[in-house]
């Protein structure tokens, strides 16, 4: 069965209040998952991890630390003022900054996207922007960062959903990543294979990021 937003929302909350998991191993779990499965696939190459704000990005810093452990050439692209991080994103963001790996702050003034370009100098993309709560059309710096990844012709891993598309319904609120593999958390999510989410997910894996079995078993009957 796949799920809604809200219902993995829901799951998660019931895994930290019901058997005391922390979100931040949650988050853990998922990024080096979504590391494992970028390792099975590709040998030690050039990677860029595009991160937002929210708990997407978060698991884009952890799958960045991952494949940097494991002798990936990894570069973080920052869509967002560094200020902006909290909670969890910003615990991660903490420990990529004394790894020391490579950091590009993308601000909404780069008007003529040659940040953007020189980050796409990759072998790989992961897309860990926008995640399940898009609700709203994609616009300025995210949309110009979903279009250059798009036209870069790179193998492209969405963390959760591609970022723009919707996790419900499947469709693209103005622009979305057009993923080469979307590997999403917990269990799968409706907006994948329906609509629009057909043509823009890419092969699909999920990834167990810790969820109490007994949890999941109403959704996978």
């Not at 601000?107 to 897309?127: A, G, H, K």
């Not at 995640?131 to 250059?148: D, E, F, H, P, W």
């Amino acid at each position: 069965m796949n799920v809604s937003a809200a219902d993995i929302r829901n799951l998660e909350c019931s895994a930290m209040r019901d058997y005391g998991i922390p979100s931040l191993l949650l988050m853990e779990n998922a990024g080096r998952g979504i590391a494992d499965l970028i390792c099975g696939q590709y040998p030690a190459c050039r990677v860029s991890v595009f991160c937002g704000t929210g708990n997407n990005g978060g698991d884009g810093f952890v799958v960045a630390r991952h494949l940097s452990n494991r002798g990936y050439q990894t570069r973080v692209v920052l869509l967002c003022d560094p200020n902006q991080l909290r909670n969890d994103p910003l615990v991660n963001f903490n420990i990529i900054l004394k790894m020391r790996l490579p950091i590009n702050v993308i601000s909404v003034d780069d008007q003529d996207n040659d940040s953007l370009r020189q980050c796409l100098n990759t072998d790989i993309v992961v897309d860990a922007i926008l995640g399940i709560g898009t609700n709203r059309s994609v616009t300025g710096l995210i949309k110009r960062a979903v279009q250059a990844i798009n036209d870069s012709g790179h193998p492209v891993f969405s963390v959760d959903v591609p970022s723009g598309l919707d996790a419900d319904t499947g469709k693209i609120w103005g622009v979305s990543i057009s993923a080469t593999q979307t590997i999403t958390l917990a269990l799968a999510k409706k907006g994948l294979f329906i609509n629009d989410g057909t043509h823009y997910s890419g092969k699909v894996g999920v990834v167990d990021i810790g969820i109490p079995t007994e949890l999941l078993i109403p959704f996978r009957s």
